[in-house]
């Protein structure tokens, strides 16, 4: 029964070589750039395509830390994703536990308008100018609040909490628990796994910031650190003409690629620890709002 | 008027009941009608002659006026063009890939080594657009980037990519491909895991291969994701990404990475033109939902399940 014939053989072989590209396709740009914030410049040049560099160096790394702007990116990016995570996931319990409930009057057309917001959107302009009417331009707050709740996220988490089963809240309301002590006591501690996905994904989108504070800021000292990675490693702006002009002797693309890696590092860091929350069921339920 | 009392009683009677929970929904309400809605109400910035110190409501009205001023721009027709093309070569490419990736990724004997494969696939989507155009910008220069630097040691003169407008395109769709299609590609493992066992185990009775199984069992066992997906991806259709286009936009290949969500911001926001930015902005979101809902009733007609 368990022999394999020779065309399955050669299926498995193309098929693990195939995939097996793919993903180290999808490392080696981050393995490239790592490589190349520690070669010395000159090797590069020499051969771009000679990944173990003859000697390491660090002048780069200690460049960018010396740049007070990057400092001030580490600040607010860190703020954003901390304060956006708290409001974030506080939001999605406190919502997702009501909108569960069946047979809450006015639950049907609350939930069929937060459906619409996935479809339907004012636009770039009207949003601009709730930022501006709110009085949230030019603060941290701009790049917290919108966003900080969406439809996608809320139904995901409305479907879990409705998937613990109903007896375990019963048996609490019988001994006389209102629905506060309910979420905080049942619900919360047996969402957990839930949580932590939204605090990851979250955590995430709030870390690679950068269309809001494009629209939201005109600040450099509200920049978080991809607008200064942009700066420096797209547009040559700026900040890519003080490194430049800085007598340190460590090559402008050499500083590239070391912010590249110490923007990236917090995500690549903690990745590894992402893989077990990724919940297949939690996002299937999803696809049929 | 008495039975109105008692139904205004029992109303107040069930909220009394139910307070708990009101009260725990209420900052969710008021956020949407806040950071969603109100943005909505916003849209009628097209059809006035907006002025920030008067506000939406005490600006004048013009009505389609922004409108017929658009429709007689030769650089929304550009623009059109962009984001139609784009948003197709998006979908045809970018589309089918997660889904043939899924398809394979379950063929793995090795658990594994499946379970490594999908870890570092899934890795790019949670990398900022930022950092991959980046990546891009510095790997294409046509002064250091390897690629040319590359190019250079076989002889050939280097290229601009991001410069000559034929590039772009497929420069867009290829990353968005390598950066999205191993996380787009969970949904499908997901539902094929729903698929029952029993299924290839008849097939298998019959003698079919690999190839055949995948066709004839997998394949058919996932249509229903594949076309809710499908679905809501049309509505998308106008949508390239801003942030990817930003990144790798530059004066040079403006003439093909102008796209209307670029052109909303660039005329938008840099150009002050609020009511005119609204209403590129209105344009977009309305074929959006034009196409789901096309989408949607071909599915219907074609007896399949639609997204409502």
């Not at chain 1, 193309?14 to 993903?23: D, K, W």
Request: proline residues 4%; contains cysteine.
């Amino acid at each position: 029964m368990n022999v394999r014939s020779p065309a399955d053989r050669i299926f498995d072989i193309a098929n693990y070589a195939v995939l097996t590209l793919f993903s180290l396709a999808c490392l080696f740009p981050f393995f490239y750039v790592a490589a190349f914030s520690v070669t010395p410049y000159s090797e590069y040049l020499a051969n771009p395509l000679k990944l173990i560099p003859s000697r390491l160096e660090f002048g780069a790394y200690q460049q960018i830390f010396d740049m007070p702007v990057i400092w001030s990116g580490y600040r607010n990016t860190i703020l954003i994703t901390v304060i956006g995570v708290a409001i974030n996931i506080t939001l999605l319990l406190m919502s997702a536990y009501p909108l569960s409930k069946t047979d809450l009057k006015g639950r049907n057309v609350i939930l069929m308008l937060i459906t619409f917001t996935m479809f339907f959107n004012g636009g770039l302009i009207p949003n601009f100018y709730l930022v501006k009417s709110l009085h949230l331009y030019n603060t941290l707050w701009s790049m917290i609040l919108p966003g900080a709740l969406t439809a996608y996220n809320l139904i995901l988490m409305k479907n879990f909490v409705g998937a613990i089963p109903r007896d375990l809240e019963e048996s609490a309301f019988m001994d006389g628990a209102n629905e506060l002590k309910v979420l905080w006591r049942i619900i919360i501690p047996l969402s957990k796994p839930a949580i932590a996905t939204f605090v990851i994904f979250h955590a995430v989108t709030q870390w690679n910031t950068f269309f809001s504070a494009i629209l939201y800021t005109s600040k450099r000292d509200l920049w978080p650190l991809m607008l200064i990675l942009r700066d420096l490693v797209v547009e040559d702006g700026g900040i890519a003409r003080d490194v430049m002009d800085s007598a340190a002797n460590v090559s402008t693309f050499t500083v590239k690629m070391a912010v590249i890696i110490a923007a990236t590092l917090p995500i690549i860091v903690v990745y590894p620890f992402l893989q077990r929350f990724f919940m297949k069921g939690l996002l299937v339920g999803s696809i049929k709002g | 008027m008495r039975t109105l009392t008692v139904r205004a009683g029992r109303t107040l009677d069930y909220i009394n009941k139910k307070k708990y929970l009101y009260l725990l929904l209420l900052p969710c309400v008021v956020y949407f009608a806040v950071f969603n809605y109100m943005p909505m109400y916003g849209v009628l910035i097209a059809f006035k002659d907006f002025n920030f110190a008067k506000g939406i409501l005490h600006s004048p009205w013009i009505g389609f006026e922004n409108f017929r001023y658009m429709f007689g721009l030769s650089d929304f027709y550009q623009v059109f063009w962009n984001s139609l093309t784009l948003g197709l070569m998006q979908l045809v490419f970018g589309f089918p890939f997660p889904i043939i990736l899924a398809l394979f990724l379950n063929e793995m004997r090795s658990l594994a080594y499946q379970r490594v494969t999908q870890t570092v696939i899934y890795l790019p989507h949670f990398i900022s657009w930022v950092i991959i155009g980046g990546i891009m910008v510095n790997f294409l220069s046509p002064s250091w980037g390897v690629v040319n630097l590359f190019l250079g040691k076989l002889g050939i003169e280097p290229i601009f990519f991001l410069a000559e407008t034929e590039y772009f395109r497929p420069l867009v769709v290829l990353s968005s491909m390598w950066k999205e299609a191993g996380w787009g590609s969970i949904i499908y493992l997901a539902a094929i895991a729903g698929i029952n066992s029993e299924q290839y185990e008849a097939a298998s009775i019959d003698g079919a291969s690999r190839m055949r199984k995948i066709w004839h069992v997998t394949l058919p066992g996932i249509k229903s994701t594949i076309i809710v997906l499908l679905i809501l991806r049309l509505g998308q259709i106008m949508n390239n990404g801003f942030e990817q286009i930003f990144v790798l936009q530059n004066p040079m290949n403006l003439e093909v990475s102008e796209v209307f969500e670029t052109y909303a911001y660039h005329v938008g926001i840099i150009g002050g033109r609020f009511s005119f930015g609204t209403t590129v902005g209105l344009f977009t979101s309305v074929i959006g939902l034009i196409f789901l809902l096309l989408a949607n009733r071909v599915a219907k007609w074609m007896k399949e399940d639609g997204i409502w």
